[in-house]
């Protein structure tokens, strides 16, 4: 069975919720991250605010953290290995790393957004690259 | 455990409480929960967050529950082991993470838990003596330790936000315990603070319900400030004491069936061990000093001198601020109305959950909108407007998850705070008068505003413009006003001074002082009014000589300054002696 390890920056919270407005991203990543773990991958995920030791325990992601800086969170690793960083992937692009197979179904198609707050939040950049 | 409305005396008959406790051989300590704390001050004594030793009392320790100290201590635990593994950005970000106004609450909150739900942290003492903060703040405290069982209970997820403690579930056992000891009647007291005022004595009621509703049953109540004239042709004495009369005898039911205690007004600041131990006994020194009256033309400006410059601006915010109970709904509601009269928009709120600004206006006045940021059903707004624009592309999974975040604590101060955010960028189209909450509430709010403030540096496309625009407004001198509200005393001077202090650390400096309820400027002759009138003396000059920029000073009304009458004669010239 395949494990995904996300070390995500220091978050109140993994929605982000808690911070003046929401990162759509964030809760769009945690809704994949249980899609993941519903077709049996292991999730596993750390917040620098709350499991600091997670991020010093592991070489690669120590490692990566001093060489960067935090600019380079969120780290994905998929079976010990380092898949990306700095960006939260799309749901197709999770489905790759973890080898199940992935449908776009109603569910997840993107609405036209007429808030003018979101428009900025759809770029890939944030979103992920494709 | 003391509580009620801020300004009712709730620290100095809990000292009192303490010293006549510990002098019949008790081991006390005193612990104030009151992120505005002044304990230091009445007990003479420099405190910490460990119990202290007050020097001049045998038996009698004391502490301040601080906040700030609270989330610097949790931050260290979290960061502090791993300080020399981490880069620097990465410590910082935590840090900064573990700053806001959620970490200070329940930081705080963790705290005060400690001593009533750990039987070892108070073991030492005979009798534990809890100063709690003004009414609000006091029950959102209070009512915690259900919320986030609850919350803890409800949380299916496991990965949901359970704020910057992420041991929180650990602590469920000792926030379980909490709760009982406070329900517990053999063990813990709950005294009502009130002053013979309506307003106070409703919040009392109030506060008994609420109580009452989380099961602490064990209620007493204490009237502080019972006052008779000590002359017949005094109008400001016979109003005083007429006025507390008929407060008394239209005191809700709930109260009167409360067993009561009464501490008459006393001419003297209730500073150091020697005033607390007279309270406590009944016994006051009447003293022989001869009372020097002042000459009158060295008094500061009515409020109405504060108009002229206010109106010039043509908009912005004005907010005014202080210890609760010092009238600051009273004096916004005051300047908003004469705002209105001269034909501006003006829109006056309040972010205090215990203020009744409609209380204070009595009707409608033409061009003044009234409203109040209501923490419960802001909370409902940005929950529906964040499930609707965030859980808008979420499968059923991600909405579920979504919503149990949402569930958080955490929601309502964002919340409130964005409520707070609109109402100040509402000050770019007309005037906004803003009465905020009691004091150690509002820097949590500022203090946020410095935490995201930080988020809108990294510019952040989706926080909404007023989020972006807050702290700069603030800051800017010709935008927000801030009007320091404060009465003629020791406790409530020195403490709007370190308000001020906070104040420009955030780089906000503060407009205008108002002096409110001052005897002295009525010139009553009532011998104990008198000579509080002239005890005001000094704290009048050290506002006017060491702390304002610019000085209003409000009598004591003889009628009760509500509706537009009363609120005109709050801005009305000075009467002197």
């Known amino acids: ?23 759509p991203a964030l809760p769009r990543f945690a809704a994949d991250l249980e899609w993941l773990k519903s077709k049996g991958v292991q999730v596993e995920r750390f917040n620098l605010a709350q499991d600091v030791g997670a991020f010093t325990g592991n070489p690669i992601v120590k490692a990566t953290l001093n060489s960067q800086g ?16 700095g960006e939260y992937p799309v749901r197709e692009v999770l489905a790759g790393f973890a080898a199940v197979s992935y449908e776009p179904g109603p569910t997840i198609t993107r609405v036209k957004e007429q808030s003018p707050s979101l428009v900025s939040l759809g770029g890939p950049s944030k979103i992920g690259r494709g | ?62 502490m301040n529950v601080d ?38 609450e329940i930081a705080a909150f963790d705290e005060f838990a400690k001593l009533l739900g750990d039987a070892h942290a108070t073991s030492d003492f005979d009798h534990v003596i809890f100063d709690t903060a003004p009414t609000g703040h006091t029950l959102r405290l209070l009512q915690l330790p259900a919320a986030w069982a609850g919350f803890i209970e409800s949380n299916v997820g496991g990965t949901s936000c359970l704020g910057p403690l992420a041991g929180l579930q650990a602590q469920h056992e000792l926030y379980d315990k909490t709760l ?19 307003s106070a004595l409703a919040e009392a009621e109030r506060t008994r319900n609420e109580l009452d509703a989380i099961g602490l049953k064990n209620q007493n109540l204490i009237l502080n400030g019972i006052f008779h004239a000590g002359v017949t042709d005094d109008s400001i004495a016979t109003a005083l004491e007429a006025r507390g009369r008929q407060a008394l005898a239209e005191m809700p039911l709930g109260l009167k069936r409360l067993s009561r205690t009464e501490v008459p007004l006393v001419p003297q600041a209730l500073i150091g061990v020697g005033a607390l131990r007279q309270l406590g006994n009944g016994r006051f020194d009447p003293g022989n000093e001869v009372l020097l009256t ?8 009515p409020l109405a001198a504060l108009i002229p410059d206010l109106i010039s601006r043509g908009k912005g915010v004005i907010m005014t601020m202080g210890k609760g109970g010092v009238g600051k709904t009273t004096v916004a509601a005051a300047l908003a109305m004469e705002l209105a009269s001269s034909g501006h928009s003006v829109h006056l709120t309040t972010t ?34 964040v499930m609707a624009e965030s859980g808008r592309e979420l499968d059923e999974k991600g909405r579920a998850l979504l919503e149990e975040d949402l569930r958080s604590p955490c929601t309502e101060e964002i919340a409130v705070f964005r409520a707070f955010a609109r109402c100040v960028d509402e000050g770019n189209q007309g ?19 410095e935490a995201y403030h930080r988020d809108v540096a990294r510019n952040l496309s989706y926080i909404p413009d007023s989020v972006r625009r807050l702290l700069p407004q603030l800051r800017d001198p010709n935008f927000t006003r801030i009007v320091i509200v404060t009465l003629p005393e020791a406790t409530p001077v020195h403490e709007a001074a370190r308000l001020q202090d906070d104040l420009t650390r955030a780089e906000i400096a503060p407009y205008a002082w108002v002096i409110n309820q001052s005897f002295y400027a009525t010139g009553t002759h009532d011998p104990v009014l008198a000579k509080r009138g002239i005890l005001e003396l000094r704290y009048i000059a050290e506002v006017r000589d060491k702390l304002a920029h610019r000085l209003a000073l409000v009598p004591w009304q003889a009628e009760s300054p509500v509706g537009a009458e009363g609120l005109q004669q709050l801005l009305a010239e000075t009467v002197t002696k």
């Open chain 1, 70 to 85: 935090t600019t380079c969170l969120p780290l994905i690793l998929v079976g010990g290995v380092l898949v990306t960083q």
């Open chain 2, 431 to 449: 005037f906004v008068v803003i009465d905020t909450a009691p004091t150690g509430h509002t820097l949590l709010l500022l203090d946020a505003a």
């Open chain 2, 67 to 104: 906040p700030e100290e609270a989330a610097r201590q949790y931050r260290e635990r979290v960061v502090g082991p791993y300080r020399e593994l981490l880069p620097e950005s990465a410590v910082k970000n935590i840090e900064e993470q573990l700053s806001g106004a959620c970490t200070l």
């Open chain 2, 180 to 198: 009982q000891a406070l329900s517990n009647t053999t063990t813990t007291t709950i005294f009502l603070v009130s002053r013979p005022e309506h």
């Open chain 2, 352 to 385: 205090d959950p215990a203020a009744h600004l409609h209380l204070a206006l009595r009707g409608d006045i033409p061009g003044l909108r009234v409203s109040r940021i209501d923490p419960i059903a802001e909370t409902r707004a940005y929950t529906e407007e």
């Open chain 1, 1 to 23: 069975m395949t494990t995904i390890q996300v070390f995500d920056p220091a978050m109140c919270c993994s929605t982000g919720v808690c911070g003046p407005s929401i990162d």
């Open chain 2, 294 to 301: 002042q000459p009158g033309e060295n008094l500061p400006p």
């Open chain 2, 1 to 62: 455990m003391f509580t009620g409305k801020g300004g009712v005396g709730k620290t100095s008959i809990a000292c009192a409480t303490a010293v006549l406790l510990a002098e019949r051989g008790k081991r006390v300590l005193l612990v104030s929960t009151d992120p505005a704390s002044n304990l230091d001050e009445v007990l003479e004594t420099r405190l910490g967050m460990q119990p202290t030793l007050v020097e001049k009392v045998k038996g009698l320790y004391a």
